[in-house]
């Protein structure tokens, strides 16, 4: 039987994917508590949610927050654009997941979830992709009994802010769509960001251990809600 008694903490819950997470975190009867640090107020009441408003410069004061989670979802993410500057965006999609991290291994949380990007590699010429792939390395560098590292494509989903280049490539995506069908299943170029937040959530729930990376060709394996963890398990085997 699956115990309702765990506490989830996340992180980035005030964008599109995390919007999605913490709803289902709410939803899901394998949470009986639910932390989000976030800057601020999500103007949301649950029963089960504890809504916090941090300064995620100051780390130490996030500290407490930590304290007998069982599950980190990291769901952080900007675009240089929004961020400001480069170094902006690195404190937001490789620091502060990286202190997140260290925070939650220190204390004890047994699984940390976070959201990267296909083709992250810590030495990649991108800007965008080596920042992602510094930031796997980073977080895996700490001890947890799982972590779970998901690398969506192109994220769809309405976002408050604009971004051209998804919105083009939204397009291209549905043209080829069919056509990419015929020769590979395999193969996304895009995945719904509930969809991703539905495969985070249910992911949490399988009891796997050590490093997991998850393609979106692999995400799609998780998204059904009426999935059950053998399935899914079994699934991750063929």
């Known amino acids: 039987m699956v115990s309702n008694q765990k506490t989830a903490l996340i992180l980035g819950a005030s964008?599109?994917?995390?919007?999605?997470?913490?709803k289902y975190l709410l939803?899901?009867?394998y949470?009986?508590?639910?932390?989000?640090?976030v800057r601020t107020d999500l103007n949301i009441k649950h029963p089960k949610l504890k809504q916090v408003i941090v300064d995620f410069n100051n780390t130490a004061a996030m500290e407490q927050y930590y304290v007998d989670v069982d599950d980190v979802f990291c769901c952080l993410g900007s675009t240089i654009k929004k961020a400001g500057s480069q170094s902006a965006f690195r404190r937001v999609d490789f620091h502060i997941p990286t202190e997140a991290a260290n925070i939650a291994s220190s204390h004890g949380v047994k699984q940390f979830l976070v959201i990267s990007s296909a083709g992250a590699y810590n030495k990649s010429s991108n800007f965008y992709l080596?920042?992602?792939g510094e930031m796997e390395a980073g977080i895996s560098q700490f001890t947890f009994r799982a972590i779970h590292i998901f690398r969506p494509s192109l994220l769809m989903g309405t976002r408050r802010e604009n971004r051209p280049a998804e919105a083009f490539t939204k397009?291209?995506?549905k043209l080829l769509s069919p056509v990419i069908g015929v020769f590979s299943s395999k193969l996304i170029i895009s995945i719904e960001a509930s969809d991703l937040a539905t495969a985070m959530v249910n992911v949490a729930q399988l009891g796997k251990e050590g490093k997991n990376i998850y393609s979106s060709a692999q995400i799609e394996k998780y998204i059904d809600k009426k999935t059950s963890a053998s399935q899914a398990v079994m699934s991750d085997i063929e």
Do not use: E
């Open 15 to 22: 964008g599109l994917t995390g919007g999605f997470c913490l």
């Open 27 to 29: 939803d899901s009867n």
């Open 31 to 37: 949470y009986s508590s639910v932390i989000a640090l």
């Open 130 to 132: 080596r920042v992602k």
């Open 171 to 173: 397009v291209i995506s």
